[in-house]
């Protein structure tokens, strides 16, 4: 018998400990409640008291108010949009025969992977500079406001619906569809009546991440908001000097537990009844269905998914990369790659591949530690291991990461491990990361193991196979593209969080991920009360350009080796 035989065999065996089972499910509850859930809201929690100074004043929580009341419109509004144009696009992927898909299934993680102030200042060019599309019409296209905003929002929670449905659609068996087909139902019928059903938990899923990630995104938020205010964008405001000399850390404090409360509740009452959402819909003509059935309609929509693809989420999010052009020219170029720093002294070099360094180190990190931590509590909320209540309340307190503004959870992170100062700077940021992707992995596989039907695990341990055994042989094989998926989703959010990181590393700090240091590289070029125009530079250009290329061959890499996997 081989080592790993002999591995498995022991680990078959200490599954049936049913005291080992229970110590591992409850210490999965440790570590999410003690490194994650309380370190993200007590920061913010213990400063209840100081909400009177937003109460005293009408106009502030007014205006708070509102801007927490935009958040949640957007994040809705933004949501069902996802699903519109993630569902087509998940199924496109996955459906599809050609040998171009898996390029086309990476490239709809690349929004994920650019630092989300870099994206919003890619999106500010593309539609509000002479440089993108708002050439073509002598001017801005776009101004930043509301509705620069819901596109933002678009484009990089677009991509979390897309993976978390692609790994539903790869592990879900097409033979269901097949069945009813040859009983006389025509594609739409079939996807109406049998695919969606099933996949239900894996759409209240992923409408639930965006709807979280719309809430939570602050950084690129800021960068296209203009005047207008949504909740994250107002806790930015009251976090400069002057406001926090005239009012404190009272509105701040008042809008992210606004933020939180209502996202809870409307979580909540998503996890109580997202379920029992009556799908499929009924009354609908067949004629109706047989003509959305046919090729023409198939093709349009085809069409309609790659153009939304193509043209309003990969050229928009990639347009700041045209900016790096004249690098070759200007000399930007050779001081990259010999990381130097520039005659004017604004971009190092050397600094940015070592924060290039820690930004990957960083997301592997996490991507590990929420692998190993994720999978029991998956687990745990799927298969309600301790209780129904207690699987429910769990699933409904792992949101909560992804609802904090990522500013709100850093201060609250750097609060909190203030009070151990054993703890080193770079595991801060680990654990900040940790906090921030853990719900992505958790939410995706617990949806996709919902959607194994238990009667095939009970037959399994009859036939005497052992916990582990059930899952590694049963259970892994049909939810392995959305383990992968999973991961791939906390490996690049980690890539782009901004937020957090600039909230728990101190002013000083010379350990900067790269979406720290593009900030301090696109800050300047931003609007200001004296301008008016984007500013643009080579070198910021460059220095997305080389995140963005590294990040897409790490993802092929990763998408090499599970070549072939999970389509059935």
Known sequence: MGKQA?????????????????????????????????????????????????????????????AVGASFAIAAFVSVIDLIAGVPTAWFIARGKSRWLNVLDTLCDLPFIIPTVALGYSLLLFWDSPLGVAGLFGGSLLSPGWLLIILLHFVFSFPVVVRVMVGALLDYKYVYEEAARTLGAHPVTADRTVTFPILKPSLVGSFVLAFARSLSETGATIVVAGTFETGVVFISNMNTPENQAIYGQGPLVFASLLLLLIAVIIFGVIQLFGTRLKIPIKHISRSFEKKASGKKVVRLRD?????????????????????????????????????????????????????????????????IVNVVAGLPMAILIARNRMGKQLSSVLDALVNIPIIVPSVALGV??????????????????????????????VKSLAAAIMRVDPEVENAARILGARPFGVFRTIILPMVKYSFFAGAIIMFTRSISETGATVAVISPTSSLLTVPVLLVQWIRPLL???????????????????????????????????MRGKGRY
Not at 357 to 365: K, M, N, P, R
């Open 412 to 441: 609250s992170l750097r609060l909190f491990w203030a009070n151990f100062p054993f703890v080193p700077e770079l595991l801060l940021i680990i654990m900040a990361h940790i906090s921030i992707t853990y719900p992505y992995f």
């Open 527 to 561: 609007p200001s009360g004296t301008t008016t125009a984007v500013g643009v530079s080579s070198a910021v250009g460059l220095g997305c350009g080389f995140l963005i290329l590294f990040s897409i061959l790490i993802l092929l890499v990763l998408r090499l080796m």
């Open 6 to 66: 002999k591995i498995m065999k022991s680990l078959d065996k200490i599954s049936s400990n049913s005291i080992l089972r229970s110590g591992l499910y409850l210490a999965t509850i440790f570590f999410f409640v003690a490194i994650i859930l309380i370190p993200t809201v007590l920061g913010i929690a213990l400063k209840w008291n100081l909400l009177s100074t937003v109460f005293e004043n009408p106009d502030l929580l007014s205006r708070a108010m509102n």
């Open 303 to 367: 069409g309609a998914t790659l153009f939304t693809l193509f043209f309003l989420i990969l050229l928009p999010a990639l347009f700041v990369a045209v900016t790096a052009l004249p690098a070759i020219q200007d000399g930007t170029l050779g001081n990259a790659l010999s990381g130097s720093v520039d005659q004017t002294g604004k971009y190092n070099w050397g600094a940015y591949w070592q924060s290039l360094l820690v930004s990957y180190f960083v997301g592997f990190a996490a991507t």
